[in-house]
């Protein structure tokens, strides 16, 4: 039953159009932080959007019939990270600060949104080890570039936290490798 929703090309469409808006809406709302960050940080800076261009351009190939290995490593490993990483993100502001506006719910609801759809694609995806390996590289430079170079996304008080936030984010790098490699490489993996 899940498999027929998924592949069904108007679902596909309609979550395609949704992911192209949801990045787009994605850099905009970086968009403050993007004019403060020099040129050479600026494909790190905006985790979330990037991880559902990722996404958006993995799904419109399935809708063509191919199959960008690369990209749909890139796309299952950081929707997954990124999703999860800012529904925490949400959350640790709202035990911190004692609230949480509705802008923040809303982002807790589409990146936990975005680590789902990673993970229910995924079985739709074909990779090669090299694109896990490629992807993971991306993934962890991407630490380096937010918590040696001091690029991470900017939310409310948590700079108080960023080497916790750091660390947490580092072992979320790892799991998201695993789970990239268990759903999407791994030999006995589910393929649809």
């Not at 949704?18 to 787009?24: A, D, H, K, P, S």
């Not at 600026?42 to 419109?60: E, G, H, K, N, R």
């Not at 993971?136 to 700079?159: G, K």
């Amino acid at each position: 039953m899940l498999y027929f929703l998924l592949s069904n090309r108007s679902f596909m469409w309609a979550l395609f159009i949704i992911n192209l808006l949801g990045t787009i809406y994605g850099y905009i709302w970086y968009g403050p932080q993007l004019e403060r960050t020099e040129p050479i940080f600026l494909p790190f800076v905006p985790d979330s959007p990037t991880a559902s261009l990722f996404f958006t351009v993995a799904l419109f190939g399935l809708l063509i019939g191919k199959q960008w290995g690369l990209v749909q490593a890139l796309a299952v490993m950081t929707l997954f990270k990124y999703g999860i990483w800012a529904v925490v993100m949400n959350i640790l502001t709202l035990i911190v600060t004692g609230d949480l506006s509705w802008l923040g719910w809303m982002l807790v609801a589409s990146h936990f949104g975005m680590a789902l759809q990673g993970l229910l694609y995924a079985p739709f995806f074909r990779m090669k080890p090299i694109h896990l390996v490629i992807a993971a590289l991306w993934t962890v430079h991407n630490e380096i570039i937010d918590y040696v170079f001091m690029q991470y996304p900017v939310y409310s008080q948590l700079h108080l936290y960023i080497q916790e936030i750091g660390y947490f984010t580092f072992w979320l790098s790892i799991l998201s490798i695993f789970i990239t490699w268990f759903m999407c490489v791994r030999p006995t993996r589910t393929i649809w």
